[in-house]
């Protein structure tokens, strides 16, 4: 049975996602890209932006689960509300279609992906390109998005229960 998850990584100027299916152990590149929401717009159409922006992607590529990564605490309390209202609203596009969602710290992502858990940037992408050939050398957002799919898929034959919610 081939499963196509929609990976996500949350942000309110850019939101990274990367569809791959995988079928037992094989994992295959079904797309990648960003979403962006307009700096200096209200916070409320910005947001508007991106779950629109995100509902046509889950209609376009009819994903069965999706993952999305945990932010880190920001410094800047501002930031990291804006942040926080970023991420709530790409959980709710999946979930509001009724995927599973699954939730993944950074580090269990990298940890998945790359092997060692606070790998940068560059090694995401890298390793990401070898998992996935046909990715293109997808970078930053989108990389990190296939990335968070990777480690969801990698979860969910370990534990169909790991973090998900409904």
Not at 44 to 59: G, K
Not at 140 to 166: E, M, T, Y
Request: proline share 5%.
């Amino acid at each position: 049975m081939v499963t196509r998850i929609l990976g996500l990584d949350p942000g309110l100027r850019i939101t990274g996602w990367g569809v791959i299916e995988v079928s037992g152990s094989s994992l295959v590149h079904v797309a990648h890209g960003v979403v962006k929401s307009k700096d200096g717009e209200p916070l409320p159409t910005r947001l508007a932006s991106l779950y629109t922006q995100l509902v046509d992607l889950i209609q376009e590529y009819s994903p069965h689960e999706a993952a999305v990564e945990e932010t880190f605490v920001n410094r800047n309390p501002l930031s990291a509300l804006k942040l926080g209202a970023a991420r709530g609203v790409v959980m709710l596009a999946p979930a509001q279609a009724g995927l599973l969602v699954g939730e993944y710290a950074p580090n269990t992502v990298k940890k998945s992906v790359v092997g060692v858990g606070h790998a940068d940037k560059a090694q995401i992408a890298m390793m990401v390109a070898r998992l996935l050939p046909k990715s293109g050398g997808a970078l930053n957002d989108a990389a990190d998005a296939l990335a968070v799919a990777i480690c969801h898929a990698h979860h969910r034959r370990q534990d169909p229960g790991v973090r998900r919610q409904g």
